[in-house]
């Protein structure tokens, strides 16, 4: 479909998907969420694309949602959402997020605030430039902060202590804080988002291209495994699986005569 409210460069194996509402700050309009949903809903079966790099137009990341939109809207134009509405609309973008196999990075400067926060959250690597600030925007409107997913990505990353304060207050988290305690992977100049993003995307296509699938695969079972045997079954699994791949072969041989592997898409 052709987009409105986001772009798509494709560079190689590597989108680079921006929020592109920059005069709302990005909000999420419902527009927004039919492109992301049909956009991370193709991915899955997508083997052309290994890595997605997440930004925000402008000034911020993404501000949450567009409330004067949604305080006007009819919900009878909205899609049933799995039975919820816009809500349920709007939640399956961060489970097809999730869902996809390839790896998401977050390039996060100013506000990412609510779904916005949430976008960050269910990414797998988040950078922050210095002016970046987050939170958990819902509960400052009279909602619950326990939404889009905020309750199960916040926790595992950063801790329930810390996940309970930014919950329960809505408070701020700012770049240097955030680096401190786990939520971001780095702190860079907001002019140096797009380079230090690639960095992580260069180092990410040395991967074979089954291996990288897989191990955000993996990563994602094992955070919820019920045990060690658990999570070893799926890690026994994969290996087998990616073993079998040519990829492994090339990958061994590279090693060995010290070059940079060069993989096939599978």
Known sequence: MAYETITVEKRGEVDWLTLNRPESLNAINLKMVEEL?????????????????????????????DIKE???????????????????????????????PQPIIACVQGAACGGGFAFA????????????????????????????GVSYFLPRIVGLSLASELMLT??????????????????????????????????????????LRMTKEGLGLAVDAPSLEAAMAIENRNQLMTSASPDFREGMQAFLERRPPNYVMD
Do not use: W
């Not at 809903?41 to 290994?50: E, I, Y």
């Not at 950078?127 to 326990?146: D, P």
């Open 37 to 65: 949903d049909d956009y991370f809903g193709s991915l899955f079966n997508d083997r052309s694309v290994r890595i997605v790099v997440m930004r925000g137009a402008g000034k911020a990341f993404c501000a949450g949602l």
């Open 170 to 211: 809505g408070r701020f988290i700012h770049a240097e804080r955030a680096l401190a305690v786990g939520l971001v992977n780095e702190v860079v100049p907001d002019d140096a988002l797009e380079a230090a993003a690639q960095s992580y995307v260069d180092e990410m296509l040395n991967a074979s291209p089954m291996g």
């Open 121 to 148: 959250l269910a990414s797998d690597i988040r950078i922050a430039g210095e002016s970046t600030k987050m939170n958990c925007a819902f509960i400052k409107l009279g909602l619950s902060s326990c939404d889009m």
């Open 70 to 100: 949604r305080h006007g809207s009819n919900d009878e134009t909205i899609p049933f959402g799995g039975g919820y509405g816009f809500q349920g609309y709007l939640a399956d973008v961060y489970v097809k997020m999730r869902r996809c």
